[in-house]
């Protein structure tokens, strides 16, 4: 091994990382052709980035990819809890990847390595949750001469970049990978929807069925929440801010009502919102006893947990990944997953075949980004639809599935605006 500057939690784990990586590698059909593309290409030679991603079997995929295309890269975690430790050792022992991630790392330690990560001075940064580029820009800003770009995984970490955006106060360009259709319609939905539910179950081991499960929210992510708990015979509630996506709730057949309904009636509220304060002081106060509370929006600030902390007479830890909160009138709150991304730190986050997707798209975006570097404005740019649409097509050839091609006529039809009925 040649690496030496690294921060993981123990080394030997590279084995049982490798054997895993492999075995998600098999549902990656997508980023199994770009790496063999990149090995001949090297597209990306000499480029050196630094990725601030949840550091899972399907990231060491990732990181593989871009290395094989000639890139110089190193990784830190996006979040303290969501660390795989076996594939972190993998990343460093086989891979030649530095890595600075520990599973439950603390707040200090956790900033600590995005400063590590910073310290390699890329040309490309890779994002989830955009801590990587908020740090330059409040604390390395004389990194950003050397900066191409950098891109963007998840919708919360959009939502600031576009904010920086309008406020003039974004100094490079950012491409936001969640954006693409490829990602957000079978990451956000389907993956979160499946992982989500994972992590609640790995949690608790409690039935679904018959319980009444609540949703915060009705974005992407919510509703594949929403669909996966209604799959498993639970009573769904989404509770919404936006008429037209609580409409949409409705019509997709939940019911839909405030939390201060929904909570007194709940055995499980997932929070998937990207607010903060979606479960605060006023709903523990009228939560069902030994109702089970999680988050699966990207930043642990969805539950008020220093209030429930501030309220509660006694906690007590009866399995991994719950805390049981009890409070002065007896009843029991479990918090799951220390209300952070409960998919990645009760289960092992979205399953490979949909992270393919997102990475694909990501190892595609940092190419654009080095072909057009020095051409782009400091704006938050989506994803070029070809390389969604290219995406796509190679998904569904992978998978056996064909679809029709239009005919002439067809296409002249569609062309024209003189034929009618
Ligand atoms: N985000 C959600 N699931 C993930 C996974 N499996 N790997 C990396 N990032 C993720």
Redesign the pocket.
């Known amino acids: 091994m040649t690496i030496k500057n690294y921060d993981i939690k123990d080394i030997s784990l590279a084995e049982q990382g490798r054997g895993r990586v492999e075995w998600a590698l098999e549902e990656m059909p997508v980023i199994q052709s770009i790496m063999k593309r990149f090995q001949k290409e090297r597209p990306l030679e000499g480029v050196k980035i630094s990725a601030c991603?949840?550091i899972?079997?399907?990231?060491v995929n990732l990181a593989r990819t871009l290395k094989m295309g000639g890139a110089d890269i190193v990784l830190t975690a996006s979040n303290p809890l969501?660390t795989q430790d076996d594939a972190a050792a993998a990343l460093v022992a086989i891979y030649e990847i530095p890595t600075f991630s520990i599973k439950g790392e603390s707040n200090e330690v956790y900033y600590q390595h995005i400063n590590a990560a910073l310290d390699h001075h890329p040309h490309i940064t890779m994002d989830?949750g955009a801590d990587l580029v908020s740090m330059i820009h409040k604390n390395r800003a004389n990194q950003v001469p050397e900066i191409i770009g950098g891109t963007e995984?998840t919708t919360t970490g959009v939502i600031r970049l576009r904010a920086m955006a309008n406020d003039g106060a974004l100094k490079f360009p950012v491409i936001a990978v969640n954006d693409a259709l490829t990602k957000h319609l079978f990451?956000n939905r389907y993956?979160?929807g499946q992982?989500t539910i994972d992590g609640i179950i790995r949690a608790t081991n409690i039935l679904l069925a018959g319980k009444i499960f609540t949703v915060a929210g009705y974005g992407w992510c919510s509703r594949g929440i929403a669909m996966r708990a209604k799959g498993h015979g639970a009573n769904v509630i989404v509770t919404e801010i936006n008429p037209l996506k609580a409409l949409e709730a409705k019509m997709d057949g939940f019911r839909v009502m405030p939390m201060s309904e929904a909570a007194p009636i709940s055995d499980i509220i997932c929070t998937s919102t990207g607010n903060k304060n979606v479960l605060d002081v006023h709903h523990f106060e009228i939560m069902k006893d030994n109702c089970c509370i999680a988050n699966s929006g990207h930043f642990n600030v969805e539950i008020n947990i220093p209030a429930l902390e501030k309220m509660a007479v006694q906690k007590h830890i009866p399995r991994t990944s719950v805390e049981e909160y009890k409070l002065s009138d007896g009843r029991t709150i479990r918090l799951l997953g220390e209300g952070r991304?409960v998919?990645?730190a009760a289960a092992?986050?979205?399953?490979?075949a949909v992270?393919d997707m997102?990475f694909a798209n990501q190892a595609m975006c940092a190419v654009y980004m080095n072909q057009n570097a020095g051409n782009l404005e400091h704006k938050v740019y989506p994803v070029p639809e070809d390389i969604d649409e290219e995406i796509s097509r190679y998904k569904l050839e992978a998978m056996g599935t064909k679809i029709d091609i239009l005919t002439d006529e067809q296409v002249k039809y569609l062309n024209s605006w003189e034929e009618g009925t």
């Open positions: 991603l949840h899972t079997t399907e990231t969501s989830d995984e990451d993956g979160t992982s991304l998919n990645l092992e986050g979205h399953p490979a992270m997102s």
